[in-house]
T-cell receptor, first 111, second 112 residues
Framework: SQQGEEDPQALSIQEGENATMNCSYKTSINNLQWYRQNSGRGLVHLIL?????REKHSGRLRVTLDTSKKSSSLLITASRAADTASYFC???????????FGKGTKLSVKP | NAGVMQNPRHLVRRRGQEARLRCSPM?????VYWYRQLPEEGLKFMVY????????ESGMPKERFSAEFPKEGPSILRIQQVVRGDSAAYFC??????????FGSGTRLTVV
């Protein structure tokens, strides 16, 4: 079964607005990662947050992790049309050797 | 420093044929993972391999699918007697055993 579940499934915003996507998971994790996928393309790694971290920043991206609630959020500030893509969270349980992905949030940023 | 290379990018097969998908990991990476993505879905783990060993194949269908990562050469995901339901994007990722995974651009398989 899917470990990660993102919400919302789809999000449409205007350029310049902030976009927030959430991810919930079920089991304990070693780290949680966010990826972006443009339509018909491969995955691009955005950011990794370890289980002992609560917040991480990278450019316009801010990720939070709440292990007590088994949830994470990805915030994209000052969105651009080029941010239009699907965003996936993936959990890494460490010794298990593979990532478990959610179904993704499809973000559309209108110019 | 090439990333993960997958080929072909697109593959069309008729029902009943075999599909062979190749993945060359990043230089220095000895861990390879295969994932399948159906339209509008997330990636589903299939198999995890290290050189000459299958470590975890819990996501592989029981029949028609096999994977290998030989001592020399790329990792191969092989699908025998393809059916329409096998149509999907197949992604390969590699790692050095740490937390960083690098994904290839995928192979889009269409079964007609």
């Amino acid at each position: 079964s899917q470990q990660g579940e993102e919400d919302p499934q789809a999000l449409s915003i205007q350029e310049g607005e902030n976009a927030t996507m959430n991810c919930s998971y079920k089991t304990s994790i070693n780290n949680l990662q966010w990826y972006r996928q443009n339509s018909g393309r491969g995955l691009v790694h955005l950011i990794l947050i370890r289980s002992n971290e609560r917040e991480k920043h990278s450019g316009r991206l801010r990720v939070t992790l709440d292990t007590s609630k088994k949830s994470s959020s990805l915030l994209i500030t000052a969105s651009r049309a080029a941010d239009t893509a699907s965003y996936f969270c993936a959990t890494d349980r460490g010794s298990q050797g593979n990532l478990i992905f959610g179904k993704g949030t499809k973000l559309s940023v209108k110019p | 420093n090439a990333g993960v290379m997958q080929n072909p990018r697109h593959l069309v097969r008729r029902r009943g044929q075999e599909a062979r998908l190749r993945c060359s990991p990043m230089k220095g990476h000895s861990h390879v993972y295969w994932y399948r993505q159906l339209p509008e879905e997330g990636l589903k783990f299939m198999v995890y391999l290290q050189k000459e060993n299958i470590i975890d194949e819990s996501g592989m269908p029981k029949e028609r699918f096999s994977a290998e990562f030989p001592k020399e050469g790329p990792s191969i995901l092989r699908i025998q007697q393809v059916v329409r339901g096998d149509s999907a994007a197949y992604f390969c990722a590699s790692s050095d055993g740490g937390s960083g995974y690098t994904f290839g651009s995928g192979t889009r398989l269409t079964v007609v």
